[in-house]
């Protein structure tokens, strides 16, 4: 990949990733879930960018699983961490 493309990659994902732990930090959404999500998007958005510029003409993307990978980062962003309601005590 060009060497442009990556610092234009980079320097967009960084303000966005700013923009959501601030977001994040301002609302108590629940930290855990929300960082596998970005995870989860990083890792999709990276493998297709890998699959479509890496020079081989007979590497294709696969669509079905980009699908599944941003259908369930969504749930994990969406998801609520449990909070413990007990000491931690299993008897009471």
Known sequence: MKNWI??????????RLNKIVNTMASKK???????????????AIGTV?????????TTTVNFEWLFAELVAAWGLF???DANATHSGNPTG
């Open 6 to 15: 990556k610092k234009i990659l980079l320097r967009w994902g960084s303000k």
């Open 29 to 43: 959404k629940s930290t855990n879930t929300t960082f596998a999500a970005i995870a989860m998007v990083m890792v």
């Open 49 to 57: 960018g890998w699959a479509m510029f890496d020079g081989d003409p």
């Open 78 to 80: 969406k998801a609520k």
